[in-house]
């Protein structure tokens, strides 16, 4: 019947008296009060108990899932019917809601590619996690944090062991892992494994309205063998550095003349700053203490206690506070130790136990050269330290610790996909920045002694100060050329990687860029000419100034170098939107 | 041992709080696995509250509170899909720029927080102020298809019957205006014919200015469930999504639409395609019209469309009587300065071909917002509750009865549209303004000047989920609204499905469902006896349905929500005299009888008419907008507070553009460019793509700044606005 109102007042309404501001009160109660499960749930879940646990999509899932487990040899794959989609971006929320992701923490993505020349074409690429024959992402882990199933296939990532350095980020061409900041690590697809396991389909193939999305499996062979998948889709980073697995079918071949939407767009990367100063630093002190030996065993520096127990500290000192500096880059830094557990196959964690190795160094020679200083008699207990703090042995091995770690450094970064970095380019900027920075540290450390009444009188350290000098503006030059290189590309055809590092170096990041000359050229050039030119006339004071100001200059502009290392650097990816 | 093995698994950690964060909880209530943070407790499931799919979301309860939600497969419209809007339809509610307390403009001009109490003396006090001042006439309310039925009822009833309003006004009329009045004409009731069932039943199905691929994901669903094979036909000037993926694409000529259905029409009565026995039995005027298109030969339409005789002779045979052709037309159509006769030219075909009242057959409109259709039969706006007339003595006489009113003091013709109320405004006519959950300072054409006349009201309230949409920071009062899955109601969908809305979320603050505001509000002003026996959503309906009662939009067989909850919503009709369940998915129609008195469908017909807005040689692009991705909405006020789906469509605005134009205009992709129209500027970034034609742009509705540019030209009948032809210039920045 019609006619009759079979609801009742709510009780909280039944209350109201007939006053407006009652009324208010009422209904912000009601309003608070949610009543849907209890009006409607239990005929909603009722009507699914008969199904217990099986889900209701089983059918629209059923024949995307493959029948049997992988065979030796296989592995789970995606597999992606390009005809289907049409971009509707469902495959995205559906990953995010179903494994209860974070707020914008998304697994996967959908680009776009298109012509735009010629009958109008376009695709929508839907890309998660590859799960690669040759996961970048696991090779570059320091703590060995992912592995991948050897029956499924499935690259899996272990949470709990992540430390967040965001190396695989940097590894991945695919753009896979996710930081997740709050968490302090990493999180990315895991294929939905607890799904599969269950016989349910992963979130992104259950949500796809049109079923464009699988789960196929592919012959590892095959795929090593066969990677046209990939090259067929213009924009897709180079397969055969990671052999990934995911299958696009399409009818009509991606026609001649498509690129990704986003070819042309170019936008700074994330700077990584306890990176750029860890860097700077490391290779600073690096520089300093490689000087430092070298130029005692030389003889070009006195073996003076006083004045190598300083030169030690010093150099110890911004080792330290480099490798302090580093451990604040990761998310979970009470793990850090982790790291020496990947060091067969990461340079990240061999970059780790060496400048591990070259910090505890410097800081046993840094004692030890202190304790000299202080008992300047030899004998008795404190023969080890003598042993230490004068032995050639140590100071080449010193040496060897110096250009190992940076050696290690810059094979952290050639070690990726990322063209701007995957050179011997990188390994030669990082050693000039570890001579530049590190002669300049030694010339201002000198310069200060100098200062002091203490070395005031000492001519043979006088004699070093000008050798140092002249060989700043010498090494500068060449760093800056070195550097300088990138802007031949920006007159490339192709929107290729280091056509948009130029391209950023000279738009988003032409401020940063222009004060890296400016200080590196002030400081390394002008500042030390000056010098030259005014001969040690001015005084020591005013030298140990001027070089104090050449060192500040030259690594502020090593460091802005270094930021422009990490955001100008146009990593690969899927085509974008 | 356990010392290595605890000393290993320090070093090598498999297992921790961080990883049974992600563990997979198993399904209950049929979803499969979930989240285990997220395992619901119960589910229920409504309708999602965006576009007129009107798609059933599973919403995942834990302690009477939504936490997480997957598409139904129990409901016949998604079938356990939706699209990412749908999918993030819980995130918007958790925003921080929900309104919470209601917000009065003091002295100094900013809005400062007050009491329910007062904001409601304040309304109550200025808007009779303002009556008692000016009339009647000089107050007005402007709607939304957003919110359920019941309040668009409760709104329609208390400003028009109890407030005294002759003006009201909603966004519908930015996208169903159309629609409605086409059917209405044509049909005598407007009535959309379909089921998405059709989707998957036609030989031949025809997109007319429409993209589902983008805007209606989940009925390109039911296209891609199609098992006949059949002939997809995107006839829009852009290459769109669904054109890239149709069989074949007319890009035709921007508003030559009109041209293009009298030539194929022109073509079928040349060739004897036509139903002869259908148009003899169930139509009438078509003598008339078989007249009127006589001109309409083929060479003067392929000229005028740009797609030349022989495309239009290849369209026109695939209308051929013999198969099952349906057409859907959206936006393209129905915002144009002649929509309605564009869409009566697509109802035309259809009724010649005798494609109607057939599986996979009809002139369907795709309708936009998730409740345009409740909108159109009970909002009380162009037409009295029930799909009424103002106009008809007998209409007034039974909404009266209903409500214990007095007949004569019920508006003997509709009020303004929504343009001419903005026009009154600028004219003084009207000092106060009521705008409820809609933002026409971002989406009205040719912006500018809603926000000029905007600031000529004497008192602007603005009742919405948000304080800080564009329109809300112009408004005198703004009036805290509960949203989506904070309240309760029904919406009617594009194939006339009713379904519900559940209160799964507590409203933030002193939020209040619109329906309590519009209670409270009748309370405030002394008129709460015309809602006596109406204090829950669901009375409310019952009401609706017995205003329903013989009309053609009859649901009076429905007993109530529990009703339409257990059968995955009810189509409309489906009068209490039904002796049987209702079918789960039915078309009209089938008895070839319409709803005019003689029974029969009419031919509507004029010619077309110039673009208001011609290109010129300052202003030599035509600008068509229109939506830019699946998941953006509207304003995006909602889908812009999701940070997933801010994930999926571009930051920045874009206007595509030809290569040919880019080149000339020496515009590389990515480009930011000024596009200029007599009426503003949008700033955007080139998209070079062949999707457009020379001389044409496209630019997504979504950024704030695009209707600064389009062109005030509104359909004679059905006062839309044509958001779909401007005239502009590009300038590179």
């Not at chain 1, 009422?26 to 009543?35: D, G, H, I, K, R």
């Not at chain 1, 646990?53 to 597999?79: C, I, S, T, V, W």
């Not at chain 1, 840094?366 to 008699?377: I, M, S």
């Not at chain 2, 509170?65 to 809007?85: E, I, S």
Request: proline share 7%; hydrophobic share 40%.
């Amino acid at each position: 019947m019609v006619q009759t109102f079979p609801d009742k007042v709510p009780p909280s309404l039944a209350k109201f008296l007939g006053e407006g501001p009652a009324l208010i009160g009422a209904y912000l109660e009601e309003q608070q009060n949610l009543t849907a499960v209890e009006r409607f749930s239990s005929a909603h879940d009722l009507m699914h108990t008969g199904l217990a646990g099986k889900p209701q999509l089983e059918n629209h899932y059923r024949d995307l899932l493959p029948l049997a487990m992988p065979k030796p040899g296989q592995q789970f794959a995606f597999e992606v019917d390009l005809d289907r989609c049409t971009g509707c971006k469902a495959c995205v929320t559906a990953c995010h809601s179903l494994n209860g992701l974070d707020a914008g923490e998304t697994w996967r993505s959908v680009g776009l590619i298109h012509n735009v020349i010629g009958k109008p074409r376009q695709q929508t690429i839907t890309t998660a996690c590859q799960h690669c024959l040759e996961p970048a992402c696991s090779h570059g882990c320091p703590v060995k944090a992912y592995e991948k199933d050897p029956v499924t296939g499935i690259v899996k990532h272990l949470d709990d062991q992540c430390i967040g350095c965001e190396y695989c980020i940097l590894k991945c061409p695919y753009d896979v892992p996710q930081y997740h900041h709050d968490k302090g690590i990493v999180r990315k697809c895991d294929m939905c494994v607890g799904r599969l396991e269950a016989g349910e389909a992963p979130a992104c193939v259950q949500s796809c309205p049109t079923k464009a999305i699988r789960i196929t499996i592919v012959d590892q062979a095959e795929v090593r063998k066969n990677p046209d998948d990939y090259t067929a889709i213009p924009g897709a980073p180079d397969p055969r550095y990671t052999h990934p697995t995911t299958r696009y079918k399409t009818t009509r071949p991606l026609s001649e003349g498509m690129e990704a939407a986003d070819a042309y767009k170019v936008r700074k990367e994330k700077a990584h700053y306890p990176l750029v100063f860890m860097l700077t630093l490391s290779q600073l002190a690096a520089g300093f203490l490689f000087a430092l030996e070298a130029g005692t065993l030389s003889g070009f520096l006195p073996r003076r206690p006083l004045f190598q127990a300083l030169g030690h500290v010093l150099g110890s000192a911004v080792m330290l506070l480099a490798i302090a500096v580093s451990v604040m880059h990761l998310g979970r830094p009470q793990f850090a130790f982790r790291a020496v557990i990947g060091f067969r196959r990461s340079w990240l964690s061999r970059e780790i136990v060496a400048f591990g190795l070259l910090g505890g160094l410097s800081a046993i020679m840094a004692c030890a050269t202190v304790g000299l200083a202080l008992h300047p008699v030899p004998g008795g207990r404190l023969q080890l330290l003598e042993a230490f703090a004068s032995n050639t042995g140590m100071r080449i091995f010193m040496l060897l610790a110096c250009l190992t770690a940076v050696h290690a450094s810059a094979m952290v970064y050639r070690d990726t996909p990322r063209v701007y970095w995957a050179t011997r380019m990188t390994s030669a900027k990082f050693l000039l920045t570890s001579a530049l920075t590190g002669l300049a540290g030694l010339a201002a450390f000198i310069a200060c002694c100098l200062a002091s009444r203490a070395f005031s009188a000492d001519a043979s350290l006088r004699a070093v100060v000008l050798p140092l000098c002249i060989s700043l503006p010498a090494l500068l030059i060449i760093k800056l050329a070195c550097e300088a290189r990138i802007h031949k590309h920006i007159d490339d055809q192709d929107a290729n990687p280091l056509k948009k590092t130029a391209l950023l170096l000279r738009g988003e990041l032409r401020f940063a860029h222009a004060w890296r000359f400016n200080a590196g050229l002030l400081g390394g050039l002008m500042l030390p000419v000056f010098w030259i030119y005014r001969g040690d006339s001015a005084g020591a004071v005013f030298s140990a100034v001027m070089f104090a100001a050449i060192l500040i200059l030259v690594a502020a502009g090593e460091c802005l170098e270094r930021y422009l290392f990490f955001t100008a650097c146009v990593p690969p990816r899927m085509p974008g939107a | 041992m356990s010392l290595v093995s605890t000393f290993s698994d320090f070093l090598r950690q498999r297992d921790g709080k961080l990883t049974h964060e992600m563990i997979l909880a198993p399904g209950r209530f049929g979803l499969g696995k979930t989240p285990n943070r997220l395992q619901p407790d119960s589910t229920t499931s409504m309708v999602c509250g965006y576009c007129s799919t009107g798609c059933s979301l599973k919403i995942h309860m834990k302690d009477g509170k939504a936490v997480n939600l997957t598409p139904d497969p129990a409901y016949p419209v998604n079938l356990g899909m939706a699209c990412p809007k749908g999918w993030e339809a819980l995130a918007p509610l958790k925003a921080g720029d929900r309104a919470v307390t209601p917000l009065l403009r003091d002295g100094s001009g900013n809005l400062k927080p007050v009491e329910w109490d007062a904001a409601l003396r304040e309304f109550t006090g200025r808007f009779k102020d303002i009556i008692a001042r000016h009339g009647r006439e000089a107050v007005a309310f402007l709607s939304t298809g957003q919110i359920p039925t019941e309040e668009m009822f409760m709104l329609g009833v208390l400003a028009k019957f109890g407030m005294g309003f002759i003006h009201g006004d909603a966004n519908t009329r930015q996208c169903m205006a159309t629609s409605h009045v086409a059917y209405k004409m044509s049909f005598g009731f407007d009535a959309p014919p379909f089921t998405y069932k059709d989707f998957e039943e036609s030989d031949v199905i025809v997109f007319l200015g429409a993209n589902p691929c983008i805007a209606h994901p989940i009925m390109w669903e039911r296209v891609m469930m199609n098992k006949r094979k059949p002939e997809i036909i995107v006839v829009d000037p852009r290459q769109t999504e669904t054109a890239l993926v149709a069989t074949r694409h007319y890009a035709l000529a921007p508003k030559s639409d009109l041209a293009l259905l009298y030539g194929l029409s022109h073509i079928l009565i040349r060739e004897g395609w036509i139903d002869e026995r259908y148009i003899a039995e169930h139509t009438s005027g078509f003598e008339e019209f078989k007249a009127h298109v006589q001109t309409f030969d083929p060479e003067a339409v392929g000229r005028i469309t740009g797609l030349g005789t022989e495309k239009l002779k290849e369209f026109a045979a695939l209308l051929k009587p013999g198969k099952r052709v349906s057409l859907w037309w959206t936006m393209g159509v129905n915002q144009s300065h002649e929509g309605v006769r564009t869409a009566q030219a697509v109802i035309n075909l259809a009724l010649m071909t005798g494609n109607i009242g057939k599986p996979g057959t009809g002139a369907n409109s795709i309708t936009g917002q998730v409740n345009a259709m409740g909108s159109r039969i009970f909002s009380n706006t162009t037409g009295l509750p029930g799909g009424r007339n103002y106009q008809d003595p007998a209409h007034r006489e039974d909404v009266a009865r209903f409500f214990k009113i007095d007949p004569a003091a019920i508006q003997q013709k509709p009020g303004l549209a929504y343009d001419q109320i903005l026009s009154a405004i600028d004219e003084g006519k009207i000092k106060g303004l009521w705008v409820i959950a809609t933002n026409p300072a971002h989406s009205w054409i040719n912006q500018e000047d809603f926000r000029r006349v905007a600031a000529k009201l004497e008192f602007l309230v603005v009742q919405d989920m948000y304080h800080d949409t564009d329109t809300a920071r112009l408004a005198h009062l703004v009036l805290p609204a509960a949203a989506w899955g904070e309240k309760e109601g029904s919406v009617i969908n594009s194939e006339r499905r009713i379904g519900l809305f559940k209160k799964v979320s507590p409203a933030p603050g002193q939020a209040l469902a619109d329906f309590y505001i519009f209670k409270l509000m009748a309370k405030y002003w002394g008129c709460e006896t015309l809602f006596s026996g109406i204090d829950t959503p669901e009375q409310a309906f019952q009401a609706m349905a017995e205003l329903s009662r013989s009309r053609p939009c009859d649901f009076t067989g429905i007993s109530g929500y529990k009703q339409i909850d257990s059968l995955g919503g009810i189509q409309w009709p489906y009068p209490e005299t039904s002796k049987l369940p209702p079918v789960p998915e039915r078309r009209l129609f089938e008895d070839g009888r319409f709803y005019h008195p003689d029974g029969k469908a009419k031919f509507q017909f004029s010619p077309p008419q110039p673009i208001p807005d011609p290109v010129t040689e300052k202003y030599p692009f035509a600008l068509m907008t229109g939506r830019g991705s699946s998941a953006q909405w509207h304003t995006n006020t909602r889908t812009g507070k999701s940070e997933v789906l801010r994930k999926l469509y571009p930051a920045d605005s874009l206007v595509e553009i030809h290569p040919q134009d880019a080149s000339r205009l020496k515009l590389a992709n990515g480009d930011w460019v000024l596009v200029k129209s007599p009426r503003g500027q949008a700033r955007a970034r080139a998209s070079v793509a062949s999707t457009v034609q020379p001389g044409q742009l496209f630019m997504p509705m979504h950024d704030v700044e695009v209707n600064r540019l389009t062109f005030p030209a509104f359909d004679p009948h059905s006062r839309q606005p044509s958001y779909k032809h401007c005239a502009v210039l590009v300038e590179k920045i």
